[in-house]
């Protein structure tokens, strides 16, 4: 697909195809856009976060997992409980 574009500033876009290297102008525009592209399409679809929310850990860890009225879950709890290194 072919699209014209008016550029007002010939400076910047002298500048622009120097620094890109660029045989054209048109050159010089789609290196550009390319690049603003590729940079900023991040945006476009956030990554997805790779830890759960605290939230979600203070809602699973609120209530008890254990039942007292377990037998032997005294022993388990207290197991739970000690640090291990």
């Known amino acids: 697909m072919s699209v014209t574009i008016e550029i007002s500033n010939t400076v910047n876009l002298r500048l622009a195809r120097k620094i890109l290297g660029a ?3 048109s050159q ?3 290196i550009a856009i390319d690049r603003f592209v590729k940079e900023n399409e991040a945006a476009l679809h956030p990554p997805i976060p790779a830890e759960l929310p605290d939230s979600f850990w203070d809602d699973l860890f609120s ?3 254990l039942s007292d009225q377990l037998s032997g879950s ?4 207290d197991e739970r409980n ?3 290194f």
């Open 23 to 25: 045989i054209s102008d």
């Open 28 to 30: 010089a525009a789609e």
């Open 63 to 65: 209530q008890p997992q």
């Open 74 to 77: 005294r022993a388990i709890i």
């Open 82 to 84: 000690e640090d291990r």
